[in-house]
Each structure stands twice: as structure tokens, then as C-alpha cells.
């Protein structure tokens, strides 16, 4: 385990901002993050653990210690009549994981396909897309706590998980560190089909059986017609939550706006952000290098040398025009630091 200092985080970051960490060090084993917790630079700074840095925004130096862990490994832990339990190693990528289910006939986690990420920061903001969230496959998540040294065991139900919200964003947050993740993969095909466009897209593609690898591969294709190319174009997905309003807002809303776009997600209204950013007039606009896709207006996009403070600002002067055009508050679902 080695601890390096003033680290570009470009690179460890989707967006590509670049800016310096203060100390950095890559965790393989379980034995070095218990090594690196008892060291003095560990404890004599503040701490920040970075999966592949796909939902965050760096808007200065990070004077700390970034901890990135990449310990790897997949395993089949237990198996029933029609359940496998897979745990997985934190450092595993996200997309590949879910690659690796498909090919392997393990049902459910097919249309979380094509999300960039680790799979240990995946449980942190319940990633979510196309009517699956992870909370509804995961069994329990391995972590260590940073105060104690201790190994902890979290079940489903102690994540308090909501929509791209968990325990792990609040009570406790910066206190663990998820080494790795317990999956509940169902043996029988179980598909959650309630997307138009996935439906469109397996018809257009003629897919003669559906399966979880045809199902990941028509949300492939729709991630990549809709959002930009991470390795081409820096951004962080979508940039900010779907608002949910009150029902009295809703049909007030929907009095001056006819075609507001909504969502049947939970027992709330949630509006689609997307569309509120897009009537606003922000999709395809640009300043230097900082931007607003030009085919989803949920993400905003770092075409090269953008700063964070740039893109935040951008960010803001979206939020205030959202206000006065709707009179509906945007939050962020990116981590901005
Ligand atoms: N829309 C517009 N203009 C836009 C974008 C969207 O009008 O520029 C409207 C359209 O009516 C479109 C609808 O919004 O049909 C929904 O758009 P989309 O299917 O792209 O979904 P989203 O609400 O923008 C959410 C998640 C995505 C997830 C997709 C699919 C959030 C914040 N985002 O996006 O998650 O992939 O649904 O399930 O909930 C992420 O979290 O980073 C992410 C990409």
C-alpha cells in the first residue's frame, strides 16, 4: 500500500476536472485499508473515498486523503432452488459486473446495464434506470468502519435506501468504507419491462427471446443515443435529481404547461428534469467548455478544460431560471465538493 501526494484527480474523475488531491492511495486488500486506517496520515486528515468518480463534482484541490479502493473479485456465495447470491468485490466495475450476470443467466440487475461506476459506490446513491434501482437486488453490503477498524455487515433494510439516497449520503457518511457488495440474483427470468423505450428497441432489433443479456443490450444502446461518451465527453450522468411536486402543484403546473412531463415513481409525482431544463431554453447551450448535453438536458457535460467552478456555476444558473420559469426547486444528485 502506498501513499502518494499531490495527485492530478483528473483522470479519477468522469467529469475530468482536474484538480490535486493532497495524499492518494489505491486499496487492493482488506489488509491494507486496515493498514492505511492506523497510519498518522489517515488520521490526521479528511478522508475521501472515490469509486471511479462517476457521480461527483470537484470544484477545488481535495486537501486530504482520497482513498480509492480497487480490490477485485466475484463469487457465488450461496445458491437456492431459484436465487444466487454473488458477492462482489468493491473495486469491480460496475458495467462489467452486470455484463458478467447476464452471461451467466443471473437475473436482475440487466437494466443497470451501461451505468458508469464501481460497484462500491453503487449502493451509496441507490444507482437506478429503467424502473430497477439496486435496492431491489441487493442482499448486504460488507464494509469497514473507519472509527472502530471493525468489520460491519449492513442487510437491505439498515440502508434505508430511497430514491439515489441511502444511510451512506447521511448518518454515515465518511464513516464506512463498502468493501464489497452481496447481490440476490434470481434464476428465473424475472424482467422489469415497464420502459417504453426498451420495449421500442428489443421490437426494432427483433430480438427473437427475451433475456437479460438482450435486455442490457438494448439499454446499452439507448445509454450510449442519450448520454455522452465518457471516455469522449466529461460528465457525471444526470446532474440533478427528478424533483417530485405536491399534487396541488402538479395540477397547477399542468394548467400552464399542458405537456409537462411526469413519472409514476413512488407514491409522489415526480417531473422529469430533463424536460423542465429542455423548456427552460438550457439544452445544447455552451460557455468555454462548460455545457449542457445536447441530447439529454439532464447532464451537464466538460467538453476539455472546464473548472468544477465553472460547471457549478452553470449548475446554479440553471437552477435559478428552472425557479422562475416553474416555480420548482432542482437539486443536484451529483456530489459536489
Ligand atoms: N426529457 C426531455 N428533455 C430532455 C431529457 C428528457 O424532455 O432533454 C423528457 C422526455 O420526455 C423523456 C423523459 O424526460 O422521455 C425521460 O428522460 P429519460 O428517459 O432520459 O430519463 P431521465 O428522467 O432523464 C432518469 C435517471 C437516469 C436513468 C433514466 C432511465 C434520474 C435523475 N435520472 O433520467 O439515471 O438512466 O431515468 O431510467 O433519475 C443517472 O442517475 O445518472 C442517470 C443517468
Known amino acids: 500500500m502506498i501513499i502518494q501526494e499531490n495527485i492530478s484527480l483528473k483522470k479519477y474523475n468522469t467529469f ?23 497510519s498518522e496520515i489517515f488520521q490526521n486528515n479528511s478522508r475521501l473515498i472515490l469509486g471511479n468518480g462517476a457521480n461527483i463534482l470537484f470544484t477545488k484541490d481535495f486537501d486530504g486523503l482520497v482513498i480509492k479502493p480497487v480490490l477485485k473479485g466475484i463469487e457465488i456465495v450461496d445458491v437456492t432452488k431459484t436465487e444466487i447470491f454473488i458477492n462482489v468485490q468493491a473495486g469491480e466495475n460496475w458495467h462489467e459486473f452486470v455484463m458478467h450476470c447476464c452471461k451467466s443467466k443471473w437475473n436482475g440487475l440487466e437494466n443497470l446495464a451501461y451505468i458508469p461506476g464501481s460497484v462500491g459506490a453503487s449502493p451509496v446513491q441507490n444507482i437506478g434506470a429503467y424502473g430497477v434501482e439496486i435496492k431491489d437486488v441487493l442482499d448486504s453490503i460488507e464494509a469497514l468502519n473507519l472509527e472502530t477498524g471493525e468489520i460491519e455487515i449492513f442487510q437491505n433494510s439498515d440502508c434505508k435506501f430511497a430514491y ?27 424482467f422489469n419491462m415497464n420502459y417504453a423505450a426498451v420495449n421500442d428497441e428489443l421490437k426494432r432489433t427483433n430480438v427473437p427471446k427475451l433475456s437479460a443479456k438482450a435486455i442490457a443490450k438494448a439499454i446499452t444502446h439507448i445509454r450510449k443515443s442519450k448520454l455522452p461518451e465518457p471516455s469522449e ?38 417531473l422529469s ?64 465538493l
Open 273 to 336: 428534469a430533463g424536460w423542465l431544463i429542455e423548456q427552460a431554453g438550457w439544452k445544447g447551450f455552451r460557455e468555454g467548455d462548460a455545457g449542457v448535453h445536447a441530447q439529454q438536458a439532464l447532464v451537464l457535460v466538460n467538453y476539455g478544460n472546464a473548472t468544477g467552478i465553472e460547471i457549478l456555476n452553470l449548475a446554479k444558473r440553471i437552477i435559478d431560471s428552472v425557479k422562475s420559469k416553474f416555480g420548482v426547486d432542482l437539486t443536484p444528485e451529483v456530489n459536489i
Open 164 to 190: 439515489r439516497e441511502s444511510i451512506f449520503k447521511h448518518e454515515y457518511k465518511g464513516k464506512y468504507l463498502i468493501y464489497s457488495v452481496t447481490f440476490r440474483m434470481s434464476k428465473l427470468p424475472k
Open 233 to 270: 465527453i466529461g460528465s457525471a450522468g444526470s446532474f440533478f435529481k427528478n424533483p417530485s411536486a405536491s399534487q396541488k402543484m402538479f395540477e397547477h403546473l399542468k394548467i400552464q404547461f399542458p405537456d409537462i412531463v411526469t413519472y409514476p415513481m413512488d407514491s409522489e409525482i415526480k
Open 16 to 38: 475530468g476536472i482536474d484538480v490535486n488531491a493532497r495524499y492518494f492511495c489505491e486499496i487492493r486488500t482488506l489488509y491494507d485499508l486496515q493498514t492505511l486506517i492506523s
